[in-house]
């Protein structure tokens, strides 16, 4: 009896509630409701430079001259849709070093959108000649410079440019030169212009070199192309070549001061074993590496090729002094670094040329080299210092049997940078092993702010001066 009494209670309670739904759906309760008017910003201009409305974005750009400052713009003229307000008016001073947004309001509608502003920047970021050479530009003098080697025809080279966004330039990137002669190249952007002069020089001795497997610059793998377009752009009289070119004797060497290889593999080249297994190129050029190291020539040695110091006799002829603890990640899935990465400076060598003019971080006696945000190899060749394995019990083991400067060290004490400094006529050797040390990333997160990687150009440039000094 409960049971039919609860029933109808509940069916009684349903019909009243479907009834006052549609009582209050008349057109006298959804009248006050103001669904009419339009929240348009027809145009805006700030401190007289008009903005562009991009109506499927919601967005508004003021276009600005390069040089000029955005922290208290007046906004001179603003138009809305009839019968709208906004939250910022004619006459209101905005901060524009970063976006605003405009909250348009019509009765009950409403809309946001972005305002910001763009410098008219007119620059050339890079040149590179038939995809390999990359040229060195000095922004100051709006100069650029590329070396190519001298059996290049200089009359037919085609320059690939990066320049500003939403720029113009002439001639056009991807149109053949004859470089016998320096070429101007005009960029404009709406206010903004420049020129730069661009010269290419044809050398017969290169004063470095960095060297690889590929036949040419544009067949390394990323990793090793991105510190090999550093190396172009920033090593006066550079070039690429490679270990055939070296052991045809194609390049004359007699002014090269460094040579650099940089050597990234995947999966990691982990001990002498590999490495004489894997760096089959490299190892059938030793002799004409040796004699270039015993001539007075430096080398720099970087990831994995810090294996070869061992093999041109840096170390004696023993070629068991290799790095003893070596891995690596696949570029395609690297570590995401959840924040900076850095190893540490070694006891009595933060004065080394190498640590030098670094972006410091919390620590000073640290090599900060990576950002929050960078995915990263973390591809190491180091030298595991104890007794439980590898035959270095200490550092001055370690020393001893590599003749040896230690430089960097792990967070574990492991030795990740050292050197052996130029002695009886022949060359430095600077080595590099520490994962930290990382040139590509194949992916950014969002938000990515590139800070202390910027020291990995830095300690390079370091290097290319300590070595060729």
């Given at each position: 009896m409960k049971t039919k009494i609860f029933q109808y209670l509940f069916a009684c309670l349903v019909g009243c509630c479907i009834t006052s739904t549609l009582t209050s759906c008349n057109d006298d309760n959804i009248s006050n409701l103001q669904l009419s008017g339009d929240c348009m910003i027809e145009s805006i201009k700030l401190d007289s430079y008009e903005g562009t409305v991009n109506l499927t974005a919601r967005s508004i750009v003021v276009r600005l001259p390069e040089v000029y400052n955005t922290s208290a713009m007046q906004v001179t003229e603003l138009k809305l849709s009839d019968g709208a307000t906004c939250n910022v008016s004619q006459g209101s001073t905005l901060n524009m070093d970063a976006a605003k947004v405009l909250h348009v309001q019509n009765g009950d509608v409403s809309l946001d959108w972005t305002l910001s502003v763009l410098h008219d920047e007119a620059r050339i970021s890079q040149?590179?000649?038939?995809?390999?050479?990359?040229?060195?530009?000095?922004?100051?003098?709006?100069?650029?410079?590329?070396?190519?080697?001298?059996?290049?025809?200089?009359?037919?080279?085609?320059?690939?440019?990066?320049?500003?966004?939403?720029?113009?330039?002439?001639?056009?990137?991807?149109?053949?030169?004859?470089?016998?002669?320096?070429?101007?190249?005009?960029?404009?952007?709406?206010?903004?212009?420049?020129?730069?002069?661009?010269?290419?020089?044809?050398?017969?001795?290169?004063?470095?070199?960095?060297?690889?497997?590929?036949?040419?610059?544009?067949?390394?793998?990323?990793?090793?192309?991105?510190?090999?377009?550093?190396?172009l752009g920033n090593v006066s009289g550079s070039l690429y070549a490679s270990f055939a070119d070296l052991r045809a004797g194609t390049?004359?060497?007699?002014?090269?001061?460094?040579?650099?290889?940089h050597w990234h593999m995947q999966p990691a080249v982990d001990g002498h074993d590999q490495f004489v297994s894997k760096a089959t190129d490299a190892l059938e050029t030793k002799n004409e590496l040796r004699a270039y190291y015993e001539n007075g020539g430096s080398l720099l040695l970087t990831r994995y090729a810090t294996n070869l110091a061992s093999f041109i006799g840096a170390t004696g002829d023993d070629d068991w002094t290799t790095p003893n603890n070596c891995w690596g990640g696949e570029e395609g899935s690297a570590e995401l670094c959840g924040g900076p990465w850095d190893f540490n400076i070694y006891e009595g060598q933060k004065g080394h040329p190498l640590w030098q003019n670094l972006i410091a971080g919390d620590d000073p006696n640290k090599v900060y080299c990576t950002d929050a945000g960078y995915h990263i190899t973390n591809s190491t060749a180091q030298y595991h210092i104890g007794t439980d394995w590898g035959g270095y019990d200490n550092y001055a083991a370690w020393q001893a049997r590599?003749?040896?400067?230690?430089?960097?060290?792990?967070?574990?004490?492991?030795?990740?940078?050292?050197?052996?400094?130029?002695?009886?006529?022949?060359?430095?050797?600077?080595?590099?092993?520490?994962?930290?040390?990382?040139?590509?990333?194949?992916?950014?997160?969002?938000?990515?702010?590139?800070?202390?990687?910027?020291?990995?150009?830095?300690?390079?440039?370091?290097?290319?001066?300590?070595?060729?000094?």
């Open positions: 040149f590179v000649v038939n995809d390999i050479y990359q040229g060195a530009i000095d922004q100051a003098a709006k100069t650029i410079t590329v070396y190519v080697p001298s059996s290049v025809d200089v009359t037919a080279l085609v320059p690939t440019i990066t320049y500003s966004q939403n720029a113009t330039v002439t001639p056009g990137s991807g149109v053949a030169q004859d470089f016998s002669q320096p070429v101007t190249y005009k960029v404009t952007n709406n206010s903004a212009e420049s020129t730069y002069t661009v010269t290419v020089i044809a050398i017969e001795k290169p004063k470095a070199l960095f060297v690889g497997s590929a036949a040419v610059m544009n067949d390394l793998d990323d990793e090793a192309k991105a510190a090999c377009q550093w190396m390049l004359d060497l007699s002014e090269c001061k460094v040579i650099w290889w590599t003749s040896g400067t230690i430089l960097g060290v792990g967070g574990d004490g492991a030795i990740v940078a050292w050197e052996y400094p130029a002695h009886d006529g022949k060359g430095g050797i600077v080595c590099i092993g520490s994962g930290c040390y990382d040139w590509y990333s194949y992916m950014y997160e969002p938000g990515y702010v590139e800070n202390f990687h910027k020291n990995i150009e830095t300690i390079t440039k370091n290097a290319f001066n300590y070595l060729t000094k």
